[in-house]
């Protein structure tokens, strides 16, 4: 597995079956496979990087920050970079804090021992900003990961990257990395975005279907087809050859 990381995207309780407040269908379901690719005598990613969406309180992404909006209306509004965009409203989730924003306890343990191979991106802190992508996020350690400074929560915001430019690429170039993998939770949101940022950024990007489930079904699939027009490879949901797709999409 030389020069390729690996990207876990928020497996975090709110985007998880049975008491997630934003749960992806089935989510459960990706636990053992990530689990496997994080057992040590299998696989030896040089670098894995996970994300956490890591939010305020009153995040602009939130319904309840803009009532009598509901969660899954869409909305226009003005970012705190002063941008107009449509925000799909959410119910409350990943709330700095709480429960539901803490990684799975199985795939937190696991990635404890892979200990400085393995790096955290926290995004979605800023107050007036939302954040799909791991490429939005900060670094940080993932044993003792740091709070947001005041730019990342509330003040003014850094400026707007290019995708090559933000902080996880120059982590991940710095480490010699030239092909990602990615897994995790919500196909259609936070998985894709991070895909797209990765395959913008020229790293040989690849989707491990059946480690991931999105929030709506049209949206997974536009979601796959999307990419692949892109130039990413993907493993379909259904396909039980994987392991071997990932071993021979390495060499
Ligand atoms: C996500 C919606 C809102 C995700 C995060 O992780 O896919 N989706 N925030
Ligand atoms: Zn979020």
């Known amino acids: 597995m030389d020069r390729i990381a690996l990207l876990i995207i928020d497996v975090q309780y709110d985007f998880l ?44 992404s939130f319904a309840t920050t803009h009532p ?24 409350e989730h990943c709330i700095q804090g709480t429960k539901g924003s803490e990684i799975e306890e199985s795939v937190k343990e696991k990635l404890d021992k892979w200990s400085d191979k393995v790096k955290l991106s926290r995004k979605g802190t800023h107050i007036g900003l939302e954040a ?15 709070e947001p400074t005041l730019e990342w929560s509330s003040g003014k915001p850094p400026e707007s990257t290019l995708p090559e430019q933000s902080p996880l690429s120059l982590y991940l170039r710095q480490k010699g990395i030239e092909k990602v993998v990615i897994v995790g939770l919500a196909t259609d949101f936070c998985v894709f975005q991070t895909a797209l940022s990765s395959i913008s ?18 949206g ?32």
Do not use: C
């Not at 089935?26 to 696989?43: A, C, F, M």
């Not at 009598?68 to 119910?91: I, S, V």
């Not at 990419?227 to 949901?237: A, C, F, N, Y």
């Not at 039980?240 to 071993?247: L, S, V």
């Open 17 to 60: 079956p049975p008491s997630g407040s934003l749960a992806a269908e089935h989510g459960e379901e990706i636990l053992p496979i990530i689990e496997d690719l994080l057992d040590e005598t299998k696989w030896d990613w040089p670098v894995i990087v996970a994300s956490q969406d890591y939010h305020p309180r009153d995040h602009i």
């Open 68 to 91: 009598p909006h509901k969660p899954f209306e869409p909305l226009l509004l003005k970012d705190a970079r002063g941008t107009n965009y449509e925000q799909t409203l959410w119910p």
């Open 132 to 146: 799909y992508s791991a490429f939005e996020g900060y670094i940080t350690e993932f044993s003792n990961p740091s």
């Open 201 to 218: 950024a020229s790293f040989d990007t690849l989707l491990l279907g059946p480690a991931m489930r999105g929030i709506s079904k049209e």
């Open 220 to 251: 997974t699939e536009k979601a796959f087809e999307r990419l692949r027009s892109m130039g990413g490879t993907v493993i379909d949901q259904g396909d039980t050859n994987w392991n071997t797709k990932i071993r021979d999409w390495a060499k």
